[in-house]
């Protein structure tokens, strides 16, 4: 937008900043809306059409979500805006118009691709509504970075709550009339665009008139290459995350990967929770570096903490219930994937930590350091997939899985180490897993309890023991004060 008519606007884009315990909460909330609907329609889906119907859906929307179809915009629009409020405007406008350019044309090209390489009807029909989804859902992104900039977390969580709540209705209610997988992307397209149009009218009720995808002439392409970096690395990373899936289907069929898919759609969640505290801690360290380099690194600390206390008893959990999680969620059909599902266990808390120093690094500008340490476990990720997965099927893809991701935690972590010195990575999941230990032992002692049982059981006593420890070793003025007792496990250093 041009300078006079930012001059013009009737309201400047400031809004009221919240703290980081409300962005954190609203991070949160929104991960909850994400993980509800989204196992809750591989549930559905998996009990109306068993792991075949299952395996159509997910190969869909791995396959799709493969491409950046928001192109790297959110990360370098957050960090811009954060640091440079008054150009909102003219950073919304432009990345809309890259998610718009760059979502039609991977529409085009999966929907034509599929046609034109022999696919079936019904897998060239789902691969294209679910691209469509995701060229909307591409465009929602843009419109809630912004509010990540403005940490108004809270606005992204009211329109995802509208979104998921729609997808999961409306999948209920298709299923419900036999209206089958391709029925379901239908849905998801629908809910994914109901996000892009909510996002798209609260940033332009927030700068005091509607956005729309424009650049000033000459900015496009140099927008282009300022966001690249960040694409090549989101596209490398969704390869060696996602692209197991795709060659499962390939080599194995729809069957294998409903059976993978219901192993790792209760894994890949959980890194939403650190993507919720990174965001909420994103734009301050963004504003912190380079010039408060110890701020920017209380706040990574900070952040791996916050993680480790919520990624040690997830993972605890989930190992001891595993068997009892497949048959509870999915039914006796799913059971050859409990093995699949406890391996992938592991690989939550390496993602998890992985993604403060992804974004730590975003923030300290290396965004080619790491693409890098991206395209060496993409490489890899294909490479050993090639090898597994023929061999021990979704089985092996697992074993690929929790290779790569621990070999991109270390390769961030001495990224970040050259660049602002040590983390406390391994110090910040010491309480936790001592934290741990009452679960662990409430799990095992109640084997014959129904699951949710069990899993209620055993968080009350994790967070039974978290509170202990946080009195404990709070100094004496602040055991009467829980939330300040507890803010003292988080401030390493300190």
């Known amino acids: 937008m041009s300078a006079d008519l930012q001059a013009t606007s009737p309201r400047q ?34 009990r109306a059409g068993g792991p075949h119907d299952l395996g159509v859906v997910q190969f869909a929307l791995t396959l799709t979500s493969l491409l950046p179809f928001f192109y790297g915009v959110p990360a370098l629009l957050a960090r811009e805006v954060a640091r440079r409020p008054e150009d909102a405007r003219r950073w919304v406008e432009k990345g809309t118009l890259l998610a718009v350019v760059f979502g039609g044309s991977f529409v085009c090209m999966l929907a034509g691709g599929a046609l034109a390489l022999g696919a079936s009807r019904e897998t060239a029909l789902t691969v294209g509504i679910a691209a469509l989804g995701m060229a909307f859902d591409g465009i929602a992104r843009v419109q809630f ?20 709540t729609a997808y999961l209705a409306g999948t209920a209610a298709v299923l419900a009339a036999d209206g089958g997988p391709v029925a379901a992307l239908g849905v998801f397209t629908a809910s994914r665009a109901l996000g892009a149009l909510g996002g798209w009218l609260l940033v332009g009720r927030r700068l005091g008139g509607l956005t729309w995808p424009r650049a000033e002439r000459g900015s496009f392409l140099a927008t282009v290459r300022q966001c690249t970096p960040f694409a090549v690395s989101d596209t490398l990373t969704l390869t060696y995350a996602r692209f197991d899936s795709v060659m499962l289907g390939i080599w194995k069929g729809p069957v294998p990967v409903g059976l993978y898919q219901a192993a790792t759609n209760l894994v ?75 391996l992938l266990i592991l690989i939550i808390p ?57 070999g991109v935690l270390i390769a961030y972590a001495l990224i970040l180490r050259r660049a602002t010195g040590r983390s406390k990575l391994f110090r910040a999941h010491t309480w936790p897993l001592v934290a741990c230990a009452p ?29 202990l420890l946080a009195v404990v070793r709070a100094p004496a003025r602040d055991r009467r004060r829980p939330v300040r007792a507890f803010a003292g496990l988080l401030e390493l250093g300190r």
């Open 13 to 46: 884009p400031h809004p009221r900043r919240r703290g980081v315990a409300s962005n954190s909460t609203a991070q949160l909330l929104s991960f909850a809306f994400r993980a509800v609907s989204g196992i809750g329609v591989v549930v559905l889906l998996a």
């Open 145 to 164: 970075a912004a509010f990540w900039a403005w940490e108004r977390m809270d606005v992204e969580t009211l329109v995802t709550g509208v979104q998921e």
């Open 268 to 342: 890949l969640y959980f890194n939403v929770v650190a993507r919720s505290v990174n965001r909420a801690l994103y734009p301050r360290m963004g504003r912190a570096w380079p010039g408060r380099p110890d701020e920017f690194r209380r706040l990574r600390d900070v952040s791996l903490r916050l993680i480790a206390m919520i990624a040690a008893p997830v993972t605890c959990g989930s190992l001891l219930l595993a068997p009892r999680t497949i048959e509870f969620l999915y039914g006796a059909s799913f059971a050859p994937a409990v093995l699949t599902y406890q």
């Open 350 to 406: 390496i993602r998890m930590a992985g993604n403060t120093m992804s974004l730590s690094l975003a923030a300290t500008d290396r965004q080619r350091s790491r693409t890098i340490a991206v395209l060496g476990a993409a490489v890899l990720n294909i490479g050993l997939n090639a090898y597994f997965i023929p061999r021990w099927s979704y089985l092996g893809a697992a074993m690929t899985t929790v290779i790569c991701e621990t």
């Open 439 to 467: 679960m662990a032992a409430v799990i095992l002692a109640t084997p014959a309890a129904p699951w949710p049982v069990s899993a209620v059981a055993g968080a009350l006593a994790y967070a039974a023991a978290v509170a």
